[in-house]
């Protein structure tokens, strides 16, 4: 079993839709995590990092569950430019190395 | 604001040649990393280095090796290229994690796309 896994998609969502997806993860000792945004021949970069209360930013939401060990990323009222790769990624405190990626989440958003 | 740059951003090898990614930052961070990432795959660590003269193995570091011998620049070196060394390479660095917690956001490079025929 994969460290850390979520669906590949792809989410082929209209304009202005919600659309939600999730991230699980295998090891309980995790430390922290976070959602990366990853456009098509690009470099990941830093959508947000997710606390343990649940956090927002803007559109955006973000939920951890330790119990169930999963991550969630929230897309409201979605817009053509989020169309991207969402990578879901789990970090250990105490490693400089132990930084898993999930293989990513395909979104694509129709006009 | 450079951030993190990668050289070559493109490049063809031959089976058996050899090559030298170049990584730099100017952001003064301590760690840096080098991932490769294939169709299907999340990103996969090959080396990292969390400071000047220091570097680690990562998760799949077989037919690579790594230099760091400026805090700025960390080097990937391929000895002898194979075909299943294809991939996009990224460059990433970070502070370390601190006292408060903060686990410190990884920032990439743009990538380098290597193939190996």
């Known amino acids: 079993r994969k460290e850390v896994e979520q669906d590949p998609g792809p989410f082929n969502v209209p304009e202005g839709a919600t659309v939600a997806f999730n991230c699980t993860y295998s090891?309980?000792?995790?430390?922290?995590f976070f959602w990366y945004r990853q456009d098509c021949r690009k470099e990941p970069k830093l959508l947000m990092s997710v606390y343990s209360s649940g956090n927002e930013d803007g559109r955006f939401t973000a939920q951890l569950n330790r119990a169930s060990q999963y991550i969630s990323l929230l897309i409201r009222d979605s817009k053509l430019s989020d169309s991207a790769t969402y990578l879901c990624v789990v970090k250990w405190y105490s490693s400089a190395s132990k930084i898993i990626f999930g293989s990513g989440t395909r979104l694509s958003i129709r006009p | 604001n450079a951030g993190v740059t990668q050289t070559p951003k493109f490049r063809v090898l031959k089976t058996g040649q050899s090559m030298t990614l170049l990584c730099a930052q100017d952001?003064?961070?301590?760690?840096m990393y080098w991932y490769r990432q294939d169709p299907g795959m999340g990103l996969r660590l090959i080396h990292y280095?969390?400071?000047?003269?220091?570097?680690a193995k990562g998760e799949v570091p077989d037919g690579y090796n790594v230099s760091r011998l400026k805090k700025q620049n960390f080097l990937l070196g391929l000895e002898s290229a194979a075909p299943s060394q294809t991939s996009v390479y990224f460059c990433?660095?970070?502070?370390?994690?601190?006292?408060?917690?903060?686990?410190?956001?990884?920032?990439f490079g743009e990538g380098s796309r290597l193939t190996v025929l």
């Open positions: 090891n309980s000792a995790s430390q922290s």
């Open positions: 990433a660095s970070s502070i370390p994690p601190t006292s408060g917690g903060y686990t410190g956001e990884l920032f």
């Open positions: 952001m003064n961070h301590e760690y």
């Open positions: 280095s969390v400071g000047e003269g220091t570097t």
